[in-house]
């Protein structure tokens, strides 16, 4: 009867064996992270179509869009302290009970400040609808002019935009009145029909990876522009670069009255930043965008053409 010989493999070729399927995983992650992120650009996208449906039937019933902040612009959290009456609900806080959760119906007393106590607890919501998938950042605003109020604002990860530049969102024109040439901005009444360059054709809420000065039920920063800020361009205060993922995106340094943003416009998906549109459609904007086009995307009455919309 014969004897049979096994033989084990040798090191080298066990060695062979680990590096190959070392390589073979080092193939097939990259493809399975781009289906995760693409999984999260499509539940990011869905984030907005829902926002545009409950900002559509906000309009609905108010004949007009939200605005940015009940408050006027230079008033925020910095004057919560001295008066507590202010009122400061945000986009985000006024159209929550038109959302499909139904959850949220009710959570909110409007007769009184965003931030305060009879709110608390609507505040500390991480709100699944306001958090883009792919955002990897805090829960809770660490910025201390919230932290001396409480410890647990959640914040969102979309923003309105209200103008093309800090000069136009905040800089009164000669009659005394600002006239931010966005769509949704701080005490802004625009109807529908005040969107004359098409709703189809003009952002209305587009995503941020701001962490601190991004409490969602809070209007003092629910408002960005396209332009990145520059403190010493009067009267536009606006770079020449887009505000799309550009840091440090607001540095005004003044620690009584502002918050200083390390991010506006801006996401965590690769080279691409989500948009709502007024018309309710949700698209991805690159990063490379021409600027004169994404200037005219944020204007409501501008009058330009825009050729392409994306890219």
């Not at 493999?9 to 080092?26: C, K, P, R």
């Not at 869905?46 to 007009?64: E, P």
């Not at 969102?156 to 931010?180: E, F, H, M, Q």
Request: charged content about 20%; proline content about 5%; overall charge negative.
């Amino acid at each position: 009867m014969s004897q049979r010989s096994w033989r084990g493999f040798t090191l080298v070729e066990l060695l062979v064996v680990i590096a190959i399927i070392g390589l073979l995983v080092a193939l097939l992650l990259p493809a399975v992270q781009a289906s995760r992120e693409g999984g999260r650009r499509s539940q990011c996208l869905n984030n907005l179509k829902q926002l545009g449906l409950a900002l559509q039937t906000y309009a609905d019933a108010h004949h007009r869009f939200p605005s940015a902040s009940t408050s006027p612009v230079d008033v925020g959290v910095w004057n919560y302290e001295a008066d507590p009456t202010v009122h400061l609900h945000s986009w985000a806080s006024l159209i929550l009970p038109y959302l499909e959760d139904s959850s949220l119906q009710g959570i909110i007393d409007y007769r009184v400040s965003s931030l305060d106590p009879a709110n608390r607890t609507a505040a500390a919501k991480v709100l699944s609808t306001y958090r883009c998938p792919s955002f990897q950042g805090l829960d809770f605003s660490k910025e201390p002019k919230y932290l001396a109020i409480a410890d647990n604002f959640a914040i969102r990860n979309y923003i309105a935009l209200g103008a093309t530049d800090v000069g136009k969102l905040w800089g009164p024109g000669p009659d005394g009145k600002r006239r931010p040439d966005g769509t949704i901005y701080f005490q802004s009444d625009t109807r529908l029909k005040d969107v004359t360059d098409g709703l189809s054709s003009t952002v209305v809420i587009c995503e941020t990876r701001e962490q601190n000065a991004a409490v969602w039920i809070d209007g003092t920063g629910a408002a960005a522009v396209g332009r990145r800020f520059v403190i010493d361009n009067v009267p536009s205060y606006g770079g020449g670069e887009l505000s799309l993922n550009y840091e440090p995106y607001y540095q005004w340094g003044d620690a009584v009255d502002s918050i200083d943003c390390q991010y506006g416009p801006s996401s965590m998906h690769p080279g691409l930043t989500g948009h709502l549109y007024g018309d309710g459609s949700a698209h991805f904007i690159a990063d490379t965008i021409d600027r004169q086009v994404y200037d005219a995307l944020v204007t409501r009455a501008g009058g330009e053409v825009i050729e392409n919309r994306t890219e």
